[in-house]
């Protein structure tokens, strides 16, 4: 995500304001971390029902959960997320949306694998109205509580176990401010809608693992208005006029963390190129932005062919922009498709718009195709597409990497890069001062070894969710040396040295 503009901190104001109105619905006032309140708790009905809500089958009774009793997997900064029990290996989402009514019904079946012995597991899920869920196709008893969709399993599974549960769902989600000052959700905007979902939004409207550690392919139907466009992540199956609208369909094959999911609606127009090296670009943009798509197209597979020589092949199996209707200062690494506000990519290819692209596309090598297992290991997505941004900026002849380097180091306040609070996560020490911690890494081991670790540490773990302890450890074999000095007096230390290497 870039880092928070002045226009981002206004629409987080805003919608603040807007969540503490009790005449504003909202499904993420509080939207995570440690400090989220206890929502409503709600139980399944003991009425008999079947998979398809007709009577039949009986639903056992609901669960009991002591309050307080999940703590999520254990992330430093949002604890309380996720659930470690089970590996979700596919999301397939159905959503229909009512612009008019700010509305969605939606269906979420989830393929998934038991990590561990369970008689229950939790989905993460806020302020949606759940009608109904099922384990391979037979109904069973859910409650929500603190944030989370209690299932109950029809028998006790073992780890190794694989089963199916769908979940469906209705609901009014609206965006409003998280725990670390950015708004994110469900955005209803002039033209449609889009979803921003770093780092605990997409549970606000679709009930999911909702932690970086658990990837997982995806699957989009999207029903909308006669006349819109949905856009999500990966490749466009199929496009379908209906009675009741468009829908259309999109597939997200790589292993993807929900809070890089692309979901727009709206009038776009979409238009397709490819890089040098053969890497497909689809773009999309709003209709009336649409004549400056081959022109990002074009300036995109260059920066393609420029970070291949350094990261790595392109890790993924597409990219392309998104440019939305989205509040100004707002720039998403969604995966495959990075998203940007009109407002601030509008044809003018100065430093402001390499800065993003920049920015964005480096994401998909840190963060995307290798994703932090905890939060607070955001430097590894935040420090490096800074500093990718920088190489980009004076290839492209706007600066060097060696001034703003300096730059960064002289203006970067107390406080450790490799170990940010919940408020300070995508703060300034985790973007340019981080940026300065990787600069200072490749001034200590030499640029051989520097870009050897970095095309190691994508080939070696795309598709997987790594930590800093990950990194270090790669770090000092292919540098050949212990860096547990360099990482304690740069990365952990709240005032690493004024000066580099």
């Known amino acids: 995500m870039l880092r928070r503009s002045a226009a981002v901190l206004a629409a987080a104001a805003l919608l603040a304001a807007c969540a503490a109105d009790p005449g504003v619905r909202s499904g993420t006032a509080n939207s995570g971390g440690p400090t989220a309140p206890v929502d409503g708790t709600t139980t399944s009905p003991a009425t008999p029902t079947t998979g398809s809500g007709q009577p039949g089958t009986t639903v056992p009774p609901p669960t009991t959960v002591v309050p307080g009793a999940h703590d999520g997997t254990g992330d430093r900064l949002f604890p309380q997320l996720g659930f470690t029990g089970i590996d979700v290996q596919h999301y397939d989402v159905t959503i229909d949306y009512h612009p008019d009514q700010q509305s969605i019904d939606g269906a979420v079946v989830a393929d998934i694998t038991a990590t561990t012995a369970l008689t ?284 703003s380097a300096r730059n960064a180091l002289a203006n970067r306040p107390p406080g450790a890069t490799g170990t940010p609070s919940v408020g300070e996560m995508f703060g300034y020490n985790s973007y340019d001062g981080g940026a300065a911690v990787v600069h200072a890494l490749r001034r200590t081991i030499g640029d051989d070894a520097f870009f050897t670790l970095l095309r190691r540490w994508i080939g070696e773990n795309n598709g997987t969710s790594r930590t800093t302890a990950d990194f270090i450890a790669l770090a000092q074999q292919v540098a050949g040396q212990d860096l547990t000095a360099f990482f304690d007096t740069w990365l952990f230390a709240t005032r690493p040295p004024s000066s580099f290497p």
């Open 120 to 403: 229950e597991f939790w989905l993460d899920s806020v302020g949606l109205d759940i009608s109904q869920v099922t384990v391979d196709g037979a109904p069973v008893a859910f409650q929500t509580q603190r944030g989370e969709l209690v299932i109950t399993l029809p028998a006790p599974v073992s780890a190794g176990t694989s089963f199916t549960t769908e979940v469906t769902y209705s609901g009014r989600p609206n965006a409003a401010a998280s725990a670390v000052g950015i708004p994110n959700g469900w955005f209803h905007s002039p033209g449609g809608s889009y979803v921003l979902n770093e780092p605990d939004g997409a549970r606000t409207w679709m009930p999911c693992n909702d932690h970086p550690s658990d990837k997982a392919s995806f699957t989009f139907h999207l029903g909308v208005p006669a006349g819109m466009a949905a856009v999500a992540n990966g490749e466009l199956v199929s496009h379908d006029t209906e009675a009741a609208g468009e829908r259309w369909t999109w597939d997200q094959a790589e292993p993807t963390a929900t809070y890089l999911i692309l979901l727009l609606t709206g009038q776009y127009e979409i238009a397709e190129s490819q890089s040098s090296s053969g890497v497909p670009i689809l773009s999309v943009a709003l209709t009336q932005d649409a004549d400056l798509l081959a022109r990002y197209n074009e300036l995109t597979a260059r920066q393609i062919d420029f970070f291949e020589q350094y990261f790595g092949p392109y890790p993924l199996a597409r990219y392309g922009v998104a440019l939305t209707d989205s509040f100004g200062g707002l720039a998403m690494e969604t995966q495959g498709r990075s998203m940007f506000s009109s407002e601030d990519i509008g044809g003018r290819f100065d430093y402001g718009e390499n800065l993003l692209l920049g920015h964005e596309l480096a994401h998909q090598w840190f963060g995307d195709a290798v994703t932090p297992a905890d939060w607070g290991d955001i430097w590894l997505n935040e420090s490096f597409a800074t500093y990718g941004e920088w190489m980009w900026l004076e290839e492209a002849g706007l600066g060097t990497v060696d001034d």
